[in-house]
């Protein structure tokens, strides 16, 4: 059988979260009570004019510079007319002719370790239409239209179709999500739908540079789902060329229970006119130099900045830079004397986990940047073992006090005092003999049970460095 | 009497005193009046009341202006089949009337009544709530006996909205300044290609007209305005695409007429606009909705031959002071116009203005067929809106001397 490779490209939607629509003053917020959020403009009344809003070029922007995208001086409305309820006024304002900006790129890892570059063809603006409701009134079905999210703005991202796997599709979502995120313009949630994802995918035989006929996938509600379903349809259409099927243009729906793609509908594509009440939108350099030097630093730089400044690897700092309350997080603990590979890794292996236990983020939690350093600084100091700060650091979120107070209301105050551990250390020889013939029959496990021993008896607060070698030198000596 | 009103406002009130107090105004049924009917003359809007006010309504009655009530109209505003404005003018039920022109509706409706009318600049006034049809060429007009009445309305209307984001930035103009008033020698160009497509008794009015306008201390000579015929193709190509997207709006499902017993969604839409929707209105639609999904090449071509008529008749203003048209042609009646074809020949003297974005004033008593005044119109460079107007007075005082 022949050896085939994918082709995708992927059309990703991404809901801005300005807080109003994009040529109205409603509020931006489809998810309250049906048909609240309306006005004659997003309604479509007569007599209406569309009022394009600067907060959505202004989040628009730092995406598309978010992205690597060169922003055009000028881009313009086009309407996509097409009919449908969902639709008020029979057009989608789009940028169809000149859109935001052209040729973007994000640098992904490829399956094989190494970076690959994927390519954005272009990131236009564009409307949201109303959201459809199909219920049943008695026998009778009827369609609802809720125009709360007619209007909202939102910007496609078009990617080339440079990705070859669904590794390619998964890690470029991902990116893209990360750096949209970090540019402040959007929360990109495939779950709630403020970002949705269709991929264009066809295959050809390897190492031959064909563009067959793609398809259209649609509905993929999280990220693992867009490698699921690009992963299906590659092997769909893999079988169907062996059994010598012609591939038609069209669109297919993600079945996330059943784990298959269906055919949905041809694929339509309507005109698109430049629309004569949006005056075209050109860019001055003074106002594009401002929205670059606003822009945050990206995770890419603060990944290699952390790196230099901090010593840490290139997993670590990842795992850090990937969320960018986690890495403003981290870079405020580092302002006290705390070692960078412990903060990292209380960060992100003690407090991120509790934090999603509880359905907290680190913004709103009661562990400040000075609280956690605080507690750090105690083990790092010896004074609280591991076991003893990972009780404290829970405890932190119930309460305000000083770290320092709870360490000393808590009793967990680790004990380095030789002597003291000494009549400890005495007491657990004398009551576990068996284990100490073990050990001097050289069973490696005596000492850690020994040890273990010793911690307990001393309430887990020895610490068990000096219990280690307080009982290494009294084994010796037996 | 009222026939020709499509609403009458049983208690007519301004919100506020100024420039227009005492004066009494109707409006076409495409302008929105708050609670009031705005059916635009159409099926499509059934029933549909006004939310708002218009920027033009809000801005006359803060200024002592009364609207009187809204006057029958064409379907959508697209022609003059059926319209009132010209009775209600020549039976002296309002001092001015303000309607839309697609193409030229308000100046034909001046001419047919024989007093002054006036489009501005493109961009003057704010068009939210104008139930428009065609964007990137209408525009309000505004018809009266009195050209200072015309004046004072428009710096009444004019000025930055920010609801309308096409807008010019430019401040608005000062419709009230004398400076426009005596002329001094005024330079008037007749496009030679417009004076070609006309009939030979048509060409003597006009001279004659022209000879008028002479009198008055105009000084006329011959300009050459190329490519004259294409605007009427240019605009019927791209303003029947823009309406037909301006009147997707008109599906049925939140306003307007909606069919009855409709199988789903596609056959309500079809039935719905199939029934709503009159031949005319129906036709250029139809048109419209050709060049969009099967022929858009010739759209865009239509743009580029736009530009290029524009910069043509730019160029020509920046020789002469105005550019001078009939408002109608003999041989073609915009009232009786029943195919796309019938409008566009009635209308297409008046149109380039349209198809420009050009301030033009139409001026009555001067190009005369016996007793039937053709109106005459005076094209004037882009923001020159103030200095036609200035004209306009000059020429009413003229006109009455020469009587």
């Known amino acids: ?478 | 009497m009222s026939n020709h009103f499509f609403y009458l406002d049983s208690s007519p009130r301004a919100t506020g005193e100024g420039a227009l107090t005492g004066t009494r105004i109707a409006v076409q049924s495409n302008i929105s009046v708050r609670d009031w009917s705005t059916t635009a003359g159409s099926l499509a809007l059934e029933n549909y009341t006004a939310l708002e006010d218009a920027t033009v309504v809000e801005r006359i009655r803060s200024q002592g202006g009364v609207i009187v009530g809204s006057i029958r109209t064409s379907e959508l505003g697209f022609g003059l089949r059926d319209d009132g404005g010209e009775a209600v003018l020549r039976e002296d039920q309002t001092d001015a009337l303000i309607s839309t022109d697609f193409l030229g509706e308000s100046r034909i409706t001046a001419a047919d009544a024989g007093v002054f009318g006036f489009k501005p600049t493109y961009g003057v006034v704010s068009r939210f709530g104008l139930i428009g049809l065609i964007p990137s060429m209408e525009s309000y007009g505004v018809a009266s006996a009195s050209p200072r009445t015309i004046a004072a309305l428009m710096d009444g209307i004019s000025g930055p909205d920010k609801r309308d984001f096409s807008m010019s930035d430019r401040s608005k103009p000062d419709f009230l300044l004398k400076e426009g008033k005596t002329p001094g020698v005024v330079k008037a160009g007749v496009p030679a290609e417009a004076m070609a497509i006309l009939t030979d008794e048509e060409r003597q009015v006009y001279r004659e007209g022209l000879n008028k306008l002479s009198a008055c201390g105009v000084a006329v000579s011959e300009v050459s305005l190329p490519e004259f015929e294409l605007f009427s193709l240019v605009h019927n190509v791209v303003g029947s695409v823009e309406a037909s997207s301006s009147a997707g709006k008109y599906d049925g499902v939140r306003y307007g007429h909606r069919a009855q017993g409709t199988k789903n969604w596609n056959d309500m839409y079809l039935k719905s606009r199939g029934e709503a929707f009159g031949t005319l209105v129906k036709s250029y639609l139809f048109q419209g909705a050709y060049f969009q999904f099967e022929n858009y090449e010739i759209f865009e071509k239509a743009g580029r031959i736009r530009a290029r008529l524009v910069k043509g008749m730019n160029d020509l203003l920046d020789k002469v002071d105005v550019l001078v048209l009939p408002s109608k042609r003999m041989p073609f009646e915009a009232r009786r116009a029943e195919t796309v074809a019938d409008v566009y020949n009635a209308f297409s003297l008046t149109l380039p203005a349209n198809v420009a974005g050009l301030p033009v004033l139409q001026v009555p008593g001067f190009i005369m067929n016996g007793t039937q005044d053709l109106g005459m119109q005076l094209i004037g460079p882009a923001f020159g809106d103030a200095g036609l107007l200035g004209l306009a007075d000059h020429l009413s005082q003229c006109k009455g001397a020469n009587e």
């Open chain 1, 1 to 478: 059988m022949m050896d085939y490779e994918a082709v995708i490209g992927l059309e990703i939607h991404v809901e801005l979260n300005c807080p109003t629509k994009m040529f109205c003053d409603c509020p931006n917020r489809p998810g309250d009570e049906p048909n609240k959020n309306t006005c004659p403009i997003c309604l479509w009344l007569p007599g209406a004019i569309p009022q394009f809003g600067y907060e959505a070029l202004e989040k628009a922007t730092l995406a598309c510079l978010a992205l690597n995208c060169e922003i055009q001086e000028k881009s313009a409305f086009d309407q996509k007319v097409y009919y449908y309820p969902d639709l008020p006024k029979g057009f989608q304002l789009s940028q169809a002719h000149y859109p935001l900006a052209r040729n973007g790129w994000l640098n992904i890892t490829g399956e094989d370790g190494q970076p690959r570059r994927l390519r954005i063809h272009h990131i236009h603006m564009e409307e949201d239409v109303a959201k459809l409701i199909h219920e049943m009134e008695g026998k009778t079905p009827v369609s609802l239209v809720d125009f709360n999210r007619a209007g909202a703005p939102l910007i496609e991202i078009v990617t080339e179709p440079d990705m070859r796997s669904p590794h390619d599709a998964m890690e470029f979502v991902r990116l893209l999500r990360t750096q949209i995120r970090y540019a402040g313009s959007s929360e990109c949630s495939l779950e709630s739908g403020t970002m949705r994802v269709d991929a264009n995918i066809s295959i050809r035989p390897k190492g031959t540079g064909q563009m067959n006929t793609k398809v259209e996938v649609k509905n993929m509600n999280s990220i693992r789902h867009v490698g699921d379903a690009v992963a299906y349809e590659i092997e769909r259409q893999k079988t169907c060329l062996a059994e010598g099927e012609e591939m038609t243009m069209h669109t297919r729906l993600w079945d996330p229970v059943k784990k298959v793609t269906t055919a949905m509908r041809g694929k339509f594509a309507g005109p698109c006119v430049p629309d004569p009440s949006v005056p075209p939108i050109v860019i001055s350099r003074e106002w594009l130099e401002d929205k670059i030097s606003s822009l945050p630093e990206m995770p890419a730089g603060k990944a290699e900045r952390f790196r230099e400044q901090f010593g840490l690897t290139e997993d670590e700092t990842s795992q850090l830079c990937t969320d960018k309350d986690t890495a403003d997080y981290f870079e405020q603990v580092m302002a006290f004397p705390v070692p960078a590979r412990t903060a990292t890794h209380w960060l992100t292996t003690q407090l991120m986990p509790l934090l999603r236990e509880r359905g907290e983020t680190l913004a709103v939690c009661g562990v400040t940047p000075s609280r956690f350093a605080d507690l750090l600084g105690f083990l790092d100091r010896n004074e609280v073992n591991a076991n003893s700060a990972k009780e404290i650091l829970a405890r932190l979120f119930e309460t305000d006090l000083p770290v320092k107070a709870v360490v000393d209301q808590g009793g967990f105050g680790q004990v380095s005092d030789a002597s003291e551990l000494e009549g400890i250390v005495a007491r657990i020889l004398e009551g576990n003999a068996p284990a100490v013939a073990d050990y001097h029959n050289g069973v490696s496990k005596a000492l850690g049970f020994l040890i273990g021993q010793a911690m307990q008896a001393s309430g887990g607060k020895a610490n068990p460095k000096i219990v280690r070698e307080l009982l290494l030198k009294r084994l010796s000596a037996i």
